[in-house]
């Protein structure tokens, strides 16, 4: 029962990173190079999974390991900021570093 408990806590994190980045199941199936039927039974909590699927989860949803598995974000864990980069078009990062430079460099200034 607590396994059965765990898992649905488990897929459950992992449908909300899904749906945070607007992912359909089929898109980060695809993403992550899964089926997405096996994506579907991993979301529900009724099938299990490898390192292997997790890792490629992780790296998919740009989330820790930590946080599928124990819902846990350690203070300063950049995975949301990860997530919501991972399904930018790369020819758009150089943009988005400069933008973050810039207002980092303002928040230094406005503390001085």
């Not at 199936?29 to 699927?53: C, D, P, Q, V, Y």
């Not at 598995?69 to 990860?82: A, W």
Request: proline share 2%.
């Amino acid at each position: 029962m607590l396994k059965k408990i765990r898992n649905v806590e488990i897929g459950g994190r992992i449908r909300k990173c899904r749906e945070s980045l607007n992912y359909s199941r089929e898109a980060l199936a695809e993403k992550a190079n899964l089926a997405s039927s096996f994506l579907g039974t991993i979301e529900l909590g009724t099938g299990s999974f490898t390192a292997e699927s997790l890792i490629k989860l992780c790296k998919a949803l740009g989330v820790s390991a930590d946080y599928i598995l124990f819902g846990k974000e350690e203070q300063g864990d950049l995975s949301q900021i990860n997530a919501m980069l991972s399904g930018l078009d790369p020819e758009y990062i150089p943009f988005v570093e400069q933008l973050l430079s810039v207002y980092i460099q303002s928040i230094s200034v406005s503390k001085k």
